[in-house]
Nanobody, 122 residues
Framework: QVRLVESGGGLVQAGGSLRVSCAAS????????MGWFRQAPGQEREFLAA????????YYGDSVKGRFTISRDNAKNTVYLQMNSLKPEDTAIYYC???????????????WGQGTQVTVSS
């Protein structure tokens, strides 16, 4: 079981940038991939990006490709989501997730953080 703690959320103006972080810790080390999701009020949870912990290979959802970048720092056990050209519709709670599986980029996440609020003003 992996413990995930997000940070770095806040209020930003449209067109601005923000980087959210996810620190991973725990007794076990089965976290083969990490992902970022978000959920806005009244909407379903949306996949944003994923990264292989070991290789660094990445995959992005269509809604954020070209604007968001996922990365990880193995030494710090931390994954990041750099968000550029933010829009008001990006306003949501952003969640970090970890998965033991390597079969899918968008599914089979086992551990979730509590989320960090990102608000983009017009």
């Amino acid at each position: 079981q992996v413990r995930l703690v997000e940070s770095g959320g806040g209020l930003v103006q449209a067109g601005g940038s923000l980087r959210v972080s996810c620190a991973a810790s725990g007794r076990t080390v089965r976290r083969n991939k990490m992902g970022w999701f978000r959920q806005a009020p009244g909407q379903e949870r949306e996949f944003l990006a994923a990264i292989s912990w070991s290789t660094g290979a990445t995959y992005y959802g269509d809604s954020v490709k070209g604007r968001f970048t996922i990365s990880r720092d193995n030494a710090k056990n931390t994954v990041y989501l750099q968000m550029n050209s933010l829009k008001p519709e990006d306003t949501a709670i952003y969640y970090c997730a970890a998965s033991q599986s390597t079969s899918y980029w968008t599914r089979d996440y086992d551990s979730w953080g509590q989320g960090t609020q990102v608000t983009v003003s017009s």
